[in-house]
């Protein structure tokens, strides 16, 4: 505020510079005040990186046995090597040596100091092919000589390596979340939007039919429709069709908060100066109803993904969603189902760990969208 | 008010009756003829099921007839008590179900107490203490309550006091309690055993509902009501709660509908888990082995619970909330 | 004023809301004064601090706000007629929020009523609920007779059908119903003061003159005072006996109503009265507005806070004194550097 002008003439006008913010540009400047929902998303983005390239960020292919290494306990990361006459830095661990004791028969595992294994960044390690496709063998961090078995959070009760399936179940669990949650978007937006739109009979039979739906209890739904999948299915028809019945309950809950907003907005004024205006209700729909809710559609789409993930968890922890040999954390759970196993090997439960921390995170990053999508919050 | 409760009542029955022909059709589900395969499948585990008594279940429940037959079939057959036949345990079902239902509700029940009673007074104060100490750590206490299944609590509870206390914990009774007959001892067994699935069922349900409460009061608390009241001298303990805890309740209160199905649900994959005698492992090994009419009993049960409970909630709110009662539409 | 015709005064009033972004000062030194029986009409645009000053009276000022300095008197008649009527000076800011003395002063000898009527009454229970709870509150009545006075009341400000309207919900009842309801259970301990805080702007004109008829008659019969908050020049025109103009947490002129309206002192009082629009045939004139626009609480201007829009403005004077209080003459005053106080302090 500068000082005043003492002699003015009411007529002269200013010329104020306006600067205008979109929509996005506004919610995202309010998003970036929530510091934990921009340290979520930060996560989040580095997961889907993980998710999308398991094959260079694990060391090991997941699914190799090795009965030498059963139950492996956890690899100590060592940098100092004083065995030699200079005292050198490096990242590596001591080689695992199994032994059974006679009597009892457990299991245990002692660090040979005296085998060391150098590990490394980007080395070259066992090969694999990119989504599929294009082969490579550099992996992001792995034991240099790449005969060497590495363990960093320890193995499976067949020997493979728990750090590089909890990896490639990143990808898996993760993306079962989205496609479910996809679907469900697709469904209820289309759905709702049908039914808030046009209103009376159609209306009607929609309402009913969500509310059918939900009065069934949603896990004893898919439990039963789950266990209604032939047991000889190939993973990616199971997963497919797990992700749909997932799905099919889903929607209900967005239908019903995208009709509810088309049911106010349609009375809303500015709807109706659009109309008077003559324009299009396709345009109408699109262009001006739609944008005043798709925030708080974001923000419902980032809570239900966690949930997504949540489900599909519980269902293959209990064996009735997919199955061996598709990796995901729920099917990762299934080896920590019994407690001595657990007791043995506790690194078992990490995939537990890895499905709260993302549902946390998911949780944060929806509440900071929440947050920045309402103005009136 | 009446009139209220006698129009949801009306609508209950189409939907009770669309729920039983789902549950129908899910016990329809699993391919082939199912008798047979299932019969099959006993076979193989060991169990043989003697030709008369095959026959007769297919004279029973009319296999090999046209769906709507059998449905039928089904359906009367339920409405005078005959739940089916379980081929797993070749027992009746509603047998089967009746014996652990007692335990099922006491639990869920349990829990909704424990959950309401925690979470009522916690929300509150978070709400009127907001920014305080209390209200930061309920607050972060719903986020992670919200975010740790049930299951996986109870995975981590379990390895926890076996690695760390060596103490095995689950079932609802120790070992040498469970055929003993009712006493004031084994009472005191089951609550001891009884507060380890409530917590764990009721955690992520507590924070959800300290959320809601803390959440809808910070709506109301400021609104011109409130203060209009604290103007004409009405003590605050008296204000808040006549006034935006009672509207803040609403929202709350229709929670409660699907709160009980919820922990019915809830608590199948954690009574698995623990190995409760309740009706939720039951369900599960119906699952797998495909027992279907088991299963298909257990779905219609849940629903008709859901339906119940969300017709009781709606009452509790009618008649908590008058402008519910007098709504056109 | 003497104490027998005064009933309310504030002095040297400060409120003051601690935030996180800076110490917002929303009322900065005010000075008022109540007769009994007579409106009060404290006017000034939005967020001026009209608002926060009524509160203030009553201890109501929401957190993080705090009254941090000055005083604010209740002068209470007692019953007693000889020798004298004795009055007892109530000091309203030494009592605690929560305590038992100013929850007996709410809704018995001050009452407040707010600008919406649509939320001031609870949805969730009955205009009747509400006016029996104060009515048992204040005075010691039983249920019975509670519910009578509480149907007489709602007689009283105009709502036809009373006997059934207590059992109505706020939400079956129209906004000049609320409003009028809301009165009622303000009215209902016959209070002395009632300060309504812009009771009328949320409804409808025709409401609006009804709701202002209703309560000109209900100080009639009952000859309480009434502290009117609001922005509309003319209902101040038509209810007040006295004015005091607000800016920005100051009292920049007080005076009686016909003085204020035809012959105002300070330049902002002068300003408000020209934007006034005017019917008048033929001429088409822009209309008049005030240059600039109410600053930034966290950014008060130094000096005078009306200076940057002044027409008046005097540069190094008005931008570094803060003008005081200067008395023109009994019950006028004013806070303009124009009329004194330039003196170096």
């Known amino acids: 505020m500068s000082g005043a002008e003492i002699a003015h003439d009411p007529d002269q006008t200013k010329k104020v510079q306006v600067f205008v913010a979109s929509q996005w540009k506004l919610m995202w400047w309010r998003f970036r005040k929530h510091r934990l929902a921009m340290a979520s998303g930060a996560f989040i983005i580095l997961l889907i990186i993980v998710a999308v390239f398991p094959e260079f960020i694990a060391p090991y292919d997941p699914t190799v046995r090795d009965p030498k290494y059963v139950y492996a306990t956890l690899h100590k990361l060592h940098f100092v090597d004083r065995s030699g006459a200079r005292i050198r830095i490096y990242p590596h661990v001591y080689a695992l040596k199994m032994s059974r004791d006679p009597v009892s028969l457990a299991l245990t595992y002692t660090q040979d100091a005296n085998e060391k294994i150098r590990l490394g960044f980007f080395v070259k390690g066992t090969p694999y092919k990119l989504f599929g496709l294009i082969p490579g063998n550099i992996h992001f961090f792995a034991p240099v000589d790449q005969s060497k078995r590495f363990f960093l959070l320890g193995g499976d009760p067949t020997g493979r390596d728990v750090f590089s399936r909890l990896i490639y179940a990143t990808r898996v669990s993760m993306s079962a979340g989205l496609l479910g949650v996809v679907l469900s978007l697709v469904l209820g937006i289309l759905l709702g939007g049908i039914s808030g739109y046009y209103g009376g009979a159609v209306d009607t039979v929609i309402q009913r039919t969500i509310e059918l739906l939900r009065s069934i209890p949603a896990i004893p739904l898919w439990l039963g429709l789950a266990a209604a999948l032939p047991p000889n299915w190939p993973p990616l028809k199971v997963y497919f069709w797990v992700t749909i019945i997932l799905a099919l309950r889903g929607w209900t809950t967005l239908a019903r908060v995208v009709r509810g907003r088309f049911l106010s907005l349609r009375e809303e004024d500015f709807v109706l100066a659009a109309r008077l205006d003559g324009v299009s209700e396709l345009r109408i729909i699109g262009r001006h109803m739609v944008p005043s809710f798709l925030s708080h559609i974001i923000a419902a789409v980032s809570l239900a993904i966690p949930q997504m993930i949540l489900n599909e968890t519980a269902l293959s922890f209990l064996g009735l969603g997919l199955r061996e040999p598709a990796i995901s954390w729920g099917v990762l759970l299934q080896s920590a189902q019994d407690v001595r196993t657990v007791g043995l090997a506790p690194w078992l439960l990490l995939p537990a760990l890895a499905v709260v921390t993302v549902v946390l995170t998911f949780n944060f990053l929806g509440d900071g969208l929440r947050d920045a999508a309402d103005p009136y919050g | ?329 | 004023m003497n104490h027998n015709n005064l009933l309310l005064e504030i002095k040297e009033l400060k409120t003051q809301f601690f935030l996180d972004e800076g110490v917002v000062r929303a009322v900065d030194g005010v000075d008022l004064e109540i007769g009994r029986g007579k409106t009060l009409g404290v006017v000034g645009e939005s967020g001026c601090g009209k608002s926060v000053t009524a509160l203030s009276i009553l201890q109501l000022v929401p957190p993080p706000g705090r009254i941090v300095e000055g005083e604010i008197v209740l002068y209470r008649q007692s019953d007693q007629k000889e020798p004298s009527p004795f009055v007892e000076q109530v000091k309203l800011t030494h009592l605690h929020p929560r305590s038992r003395q100013i929850r007996n002063i709410r809704g018995k000898e001050i009452s407040m009523i707010f600008q919406e009527p649509m939320t001031s009454l609870s949805p969730v229970h009955t205009v009747g609920n509400q006016l029996i709870e104060v009515i048992r509150l204040h005075m010691n009545v039983d249920k019975k007779e509670a519910r009578e006075r509480a149907i007489e009341m709602l007689a009283q400000v105009g709502i036809p059908k009373p006997e059934l309207r207590v059992d109505a919900y706020s939400f079956q009842l129209s906004g000049g119903m609320r409003q009028r309801a809301v009165i009622a259970i303000a009215l209902a301990c016959n209070p002395g003061l009632v300060i309504a805080d812009e009771p009328t702007t949320a409804l409808d004109v025709t409401t609006q003159a009804q709701i202002l008829e209703l309560m000109l008659e209900l100080q009639g019969k009952r000859g309480m005072s009434i502290m009117l908050i609001t922005h509309d020049l003319g209902v101040v025109a038509e209810m007040a006996d006295d004015v005091a103009v607000m800016y920005l947490g100051h009292i920049v002129e007080r005076g009686d109503v016909d003085s204020i309206f035809h012959d105002p002192k300070h330049p902002y009082t002068k300003a408000l009265l020209r934007s006034i629009p005017k019917i008048s045939p033929g001429v088409r004139q822009r209309l008049d507005t005030i240059r600039g626009m109410v600053p930034d609480p966290y950014n008060r201007p130094s000096g005078c806070p009306f200076h940057p829009r002044c027409d008046k403005f005097m540069p190094g004077t008005c931008d570094r004194i803060v003008p005081k209080r200067i008395s023109l003459s009994k019950g006028r005053e004013v806070r303009c550097l124009l009329y004194g106080g330039t003196d170096r302090e």
Not at chain 2, 97 to 121: K, N
Not at chain 2, 123 to 151: E, H, N, R, W
Not at chain 2, 190 to 216: D, Q
């Open chain 2, 1 to 329: 008010m009446l009139q209220y409760i006698m129009r949801r009542i009306v609508i209950m029955i189409p939907t009770l009756i669309a729920i039983s022909m789902i549950s129908f059709l899910i016990i329809q589900l699993p391919p082939g003829d199912f008798l047979t395969s299932v019969i099959a499948r006993l076979e193989q585990q060991g169990v043989v099921l003697d030709k008369a008594a095959a026959a007769s279940l297919r004279a029973r429940y009319g296999l090999g007839q046209p769906m709507h037959i059998q449905y039928f079939k089904w359906i009367t057959g339920i409405l005078q008590g005959d739940f089916g036949q379980s081929f797993f345990w070749q027992r009746e079902v509603s047998g089967l179900i009746w014996d652990r239902l007692g335990y099922t509700l006491v639990i869920s029940l349990g829990t909704l107490l424990f959950t309401w009673i925690i979470a009522f007074p916690i929300g509150i104060l978070s709400a009127v203490k907001q920014y305080s100490l209390l209200d930061y750590v309920a607050t972060f206490f719903g986020f992670v309550g919200m975010a740790i299944p049930g299951f996986l609590l109870a995975l981590v509870l379990m390895w926890i006091s076996f690695a760390y206390l060596g103490v095995s914990v689950g079932g609802l009774f120790s070992p040498e309690m469970e055929e003993a007959p009712w006493s004031l001892v084994k009472f005191i067994d089951l609550l001891s055993h009884l507060w380890i699935p409530m917590v764990i069922l009721g955690l992520s349900g507590t924070a959800s509902l300290i959320r809601i409460m803390r959440a809808n009061l910070l709506d109301e608390l400021h609104k011109p009501y409130v203060v209009f009241a604290r103007a004409r001298g009405v003590s605050e303990t008296k204000l808040l709660l006549k006034y935006p805890v009672r509207v803040a309740l609403n929202p709350f209160v229709s929670t409660l509908g699907w709160m009980l199905p919820t922990l019915f649900s809830g608590s199948l994959i954690v009574a698995t888990i623990l190995a409760l005698p309740t009706t939720g492992p039951l369900f599960l090994e119906a699952l797998r082995s495909q027992d279907m009419y088991l299963a298909g009993a257990f779905v219609l049960m849940l629903s008709a619970l859901t339906i119940v409970g969300t017709l009781i909630s709606d009452i509790l709110l009618a008649w908590l909330d008058p402008r519910v009662r007098y709504e056109r539409g």
